[in-house]
């Protein structure tokens, strides 16, 4: 049977991972160290540190695919209309010489690459919320969209 304490250190597991938006890289770091240090204790902890240190690893995979596809996307809509020669000679771009008709197939796979990006990022907020509930009550918690890179 789990003690409170090890229900409170799962759930404090979970929420560590919320110290990204004050500590870069701190939703990897602070998870680490707690299930690391505790994960021989309790069985709570060790398995929701697997989860928690799983959906940040898998969340930052999505991240980057995301963000690969929306930053070639935009650059080449971008570079596309540039005439360098022009840039070089006068030091201006205008915004209004990119020909948006042209590139509206990969200016929305950009936009929606962004859009995913933000989803991810919200989503992943209340899923770390919802998750330390249900350890702080003893229950283990399966995050969606998680790669078990640790089992």
Not at 87 to 95: A, D, K, T, V
Not at 110 to 115: D, H, P, Y
């Amino acid at each position: 049977m789990e003690t409170r304490n090890d229900k409170t250190i799962a759930a404090l597991t979970h929420l560590s991972a919320l110290l990204q938006y004050f500590i870069p890289f701190g939703n990897f770091i602070f998870p680490i160290i707690i299930w690391s240090s505790k994960k021989d204790k309790s069985e709570l902890i060790d398995y929701n540190g697997k989860q928690i240190i799983n959906f940040q690893i898998s969340l930052f995979l999505y991240s980057l695919l995301c963000i690969l596809i929306a930053i070639p996307a935009f650059s080449t809509v971008i570079f596309s209309s540039m005439d360098f020669s022009e840039l070089l000679n006068n030091h201006e771009f205008f915004w209004n010489e990119i020909n948006y008709a042209d590139n509206v197939g990969i200016i929305t796979i950009g936009i929606i690459s962004v859009i995913l990006f933000f989803i991810l990022k919200v989503l992943e907020f209340f899923l770390i919320i919802i998750a330390s509930i249900n350890a702080s009550n003893g229950e283990k918690y399966n995050y969606p969209l998680t790669i078990n890179f640790i089992k």
